[in-house]
């Protein structure tokens, strides 16, 4: 979507539908009606980014070379732009404006300043990018492996952002530093975080979307992956945000590290785990039961070693699937030169 009115959706026609086998459409009243614009039958837009209702850019994924189009006239026509690629997987592509832009490609991620006429080659990452998305020149966020790297410094360096546990990420979008989005398709869910990716909460989407946008920080856009040819569409940024993992109770800060007692304790099935840091820290959650052996903490919504800021946090426990017994639960903080400085484990009843 270029605003809350203009947008295009593209895809694969059922059936030959509109004489080919890849269509584009538009929309100029927020997706209440689209009309179709004629691309060429051997076109396959796999990824696409607009900067305004005119131009665009597309690549495709399924060419046997590098492809990467850019469009001026709505999506009527299209020319080509791949000189400097060389890996042939173009899988995404992000501008933002008319001459700077990037474009991911097998696993490699390219930069152009001069719009797509030379790309030069900024990260290759070793593994496949699924997806892009950049505010300015300098910030960024790229997905490699379901794991979401972010740069601060125009990809020099890159800090990696875990979702949670499980995620499919397909598509990135975001709005600040702040303020963004993530589309999980493996558990039918849209993901935002609040803080720049540090911490990921979910909102449910039943359509499981893939693609996603957004023309401000209310009004956006998804493609359903199990619903073909569907839109969905949100007026009040998505909703309420539900958290796996671990949430930010107060950002006060405390005089003193703390663990608290688990609470409710003895519980069924589910309690909540507190404490406090004094300042920014990185923290490990495990969970022991009776014997000492650790439980896995991916099971459980958690993923070690969470940088997270100063003030009180808190992890919902979920025990679902453990049988009634005696469990500990241990934290562990270390500051940012890796010296732990916070070592403490409690003891909680789980009664079915």
Known sequence: MVNNMVGYAAGDSMQGQFGGGSILIKTTNGGLNWF??????????????????????????????????????????????????????TVGVN????????????????????????????????????SIFFLNEQIGWVDIADFIKYTSNGGISWVTQIPPPTSQIYSIFFFDNSKGYASDIGNQRILKTTN??????????TGSSKYLSFA????????????????????????????????????EIPEQYRLFQNYPNPFNPSTKIR???????????KIFDVSGR???????????????????????????????????????????????????????????
């Open 95 to 130: 501008f933002i404006n008319f001459d700077t832009g990037f474009c991911a490609s097998g696993y490699s991620l390219y930069k152009t300043t001069n719009s797509g006429i030379n790309w030069n080659l900024l990260n290759d990452f070793g593994s496949g990018i699924g």
């Open 294 to 352: 650790e439980l896995n903490p991916w099971i459980f919504g958690w993923y070690p070693e969470t940088l997270l800021d100063a003030g009180t946090h808190e992890f919902q426990f979920d025990a679902n699937n453990l049988a009634s017994g005696v469990y500990f639960y241990q934290l562990t903080v270390t500051d940012r030169k890796g010296k732990e400085v916070f070592n403490q484990t409690k003891k909680m009843m789980l009664l079915k």
């Open 196 to 205: 720049g990716g540090t911490n990921w909460g979910y909102q449910i989407d």
């Open 275 to 285: 404490f406090s840091l004094i300042k920014a820290s990185y923290v490990q959650i």
């Open 36 to 89: 179709n614009i004629p691309i060429a039958y051997n076109m396959s837009i796999t990824k696409f980014y607009f900067i305004s209702p005119d131009t665009g850019w597309e690549t495709d994924n399924a060419a046997s070379s590098p492809d990467a189009r850019l469009t001026t006239d709505g999506g009527y026509t299209w020319l080509q732009r791949t000189n400097g690629m060389t890996d042939y997987s």
């Open 216 to 251: 401000d920080s209310l009004h956006g856009w998804s493609s359903p992956f199990y619903n073909i040819g569907a839109v969905d569409h949100t007026t009040n940024g998505g909703g309420s945000i539900s958290y796996v993992g671990i949430i930010n109770i107060s950002d």
